[in-house]
């Protein structure tokens, strides 16, 4: 499984982007690329997943790097309800067998 | 469209104790999950399913664990006896497929407390 980093916070104004990155250098070439959050006493959500291209959904961008060595997820707005835990989580193949880290905790400021 | 489903949502049990947690996962998915997560270690996978059947028990920490799957529609996990290292958030999660590509939707979760 590979690992990955993140910055262990960020501070993110209302309604400015915010660029949420993780470093997966050792993933392999068919592990998919998750992002879940997890609001304050709730279960994880999914936000997005990708493989190479970048993707879009009504809740975020994933910029996917050329090398898949790393990975950005973008926030376009944020709002208050965007703080939270998120988590970047490369997956195997075959499996979701999905390892969590410790992942980023998003401040957004009013 | 029902999420998936945990209960209880809170359990406190005595040291000792039989513990059951209960999972119905959205209708139509065929993978469901078992996590726990605890401020020291964060979110771990307990064990995964696949079609009712286990397929990854590996996360599962010792044998007062177990987990079982009797039907598409629901699923338990069972500790006995319970001890308080135990206490934790445990979530049940589930996908329409067994492939990395496939998202996973949580539940509640239910928070378990021994004393």
């Known amino acids: 499984d590979a690992k990955t980093t993140q910055p262990n916070s960020m501070e993110s104004n209302e309604e400015e982007p915010v660029h949420l990155p993780c470093n997966h250098s050792t993933i392999s070439g068919t592990d998919y690329i998750h992002w879940y959050r997890q609001l304050p006493s709730q279960g994880p959500e999914y936000v997005i997943h990708?493989?190479?291209s970048n993707v879009n959904n009504r809740m975020a961008s994933l910029a996917i790097a050329e090398d898949r060595k790393s990975s950005t997820l973008i926030l376009h707005r944020a709002t208050l309800r965007d703080a939270a835990v998120y988590y970047c989580?490369?997956?195997?193949?075959?499996?979701?067998?999905?390892?969590f880290g410790s992942g980023t905790k998003l401040n957004v400021k009013p | 469209d029902a999420g998936v489903i945990q209960s209880p949502r809170h359990e406190v049990t005595e040291m000792g104790q039989e513990v059951t947690l209960r999972c119905k996962p959205i209708s139509g998915h065929n993978s469901l999950f078992w996590y726990r997560q605890t401020m020291m270690r964060g979110l771990e996978l307990l064990i995964y399913f696949n079609n009712n059947v286990p397929i990854d028990d590996s996360g599962m920490p010792e044998d007062r664990f177990s987990a079982k799957m009797p039907n598409a529609s629901f699923s338990t996990l069972k500790i006995q006896p319970s001890e308080p290292r135990d206490s934790a958030v445990y979530f049940c999660?589930?996908?329409f497929g067994q492939g990395s590509s496939y998202e996973q939707y949580f539940g509640p979760g239910t928070r378990l407390t021994v004393t």
């Open positions: 999660a589930s996908s």
């Open positions: 990708g493989l190479t």
């Open positions: 989580i490369p997956s195997e193949y075959n499996f979701n067998k999905f390892y």
